[in-house]
């Protein structure tokens, strides 16, 4: 499947650098925190590459940094629609859009555009949240928390919590759209 995957408006590879650099570490050290390869986390910083929710969420514990820390808030909650700042979570086919800026740390609120075939990462991963809320607003998803695997259909909600480790898909032949509550954000 060729990548879809976007140029985000908040490049998240020189605020990884910058994270990395004000604590004093080397790539090497962040690739052995991390268990990914150096020359890996030296693209993600260059936003050469990008990487699957877990390797995010396993480069983020090697810094001791939330994911959400990679994203400024601006000095307003209004998101019209078509303007919400794009983002990179990590996975492939998926596009992610913050709709929930400003609201420092109590809650992420994400709209998530995944093509045919797109998904979080084989690995399961879970972030640092206590509750996450799904919801299906077009398309279907297939949702897999532990040993258990849900399939979403549009108007269909999944709620757990987000340290559960997890995984997602699009099963379907169309671009599937869901929305994301985190809380708190990661």
């Known amino acids: 499947m060729p990548r879809t995957d976007p140029s985000p408006s908040v490049p998240i590879g020189p605020r990884l650098r910058a994270a990395r650099l004000a604590k004093g570490l080397t790539l090497e050290q962040v690739a052995q925190r991390s268990g990914l390869d150096k020359s890996f986390i030296s693209r993600l910083e260059r936003n050469a590459t990008a990487a699957s929710v877990a390797s995010l969420l396993k480069v983020c514990a090697a810094l001791d940094i939330q994911p959400g820390s990679l994203f400024d808030p601006p000095s307003t909650n209004l998101v019209r629609s078509g303007e919400a700042p794009?983002?990179?979570?990590?996975?492939?086919?998926?596009r992610d859009f913050i709709l929930s800026r400003g609201l420092r740390g109590e809650l992420m609120l994400l709209r998530t555009e995944i093509e045919p075939g797109g998904h979080g990462g084989?690995?399961?991963?879970?972030?640092?949240?206590?509750?996450?809320?799904?919801?299906?607003?077009?398309?279907?998803?297939?949702?897999?928390?532990g040993e258990t695997r849900y399939t979403l259909y549009p108007g269909d909600s999944l709620t757990f919590s987000g340290k559960e480790p997890h995984t997602w898909r699009n099963p379907g032949k169309s671009r599937a759209v869901v929305l994301w509550v985190l809380s708190p954000a990661p």
């Open 86 to 94: 794009s983002a990179h979570f990590g996975g492939w086919g998926v």
């Open 122 to 145: 084989k690995e399961p991963y879970s972030f640092p949240s206590d509750t996450d809320v799904v919801t299906v607003l077009e398309g279907s998803l297939e949702f897999t928390i």
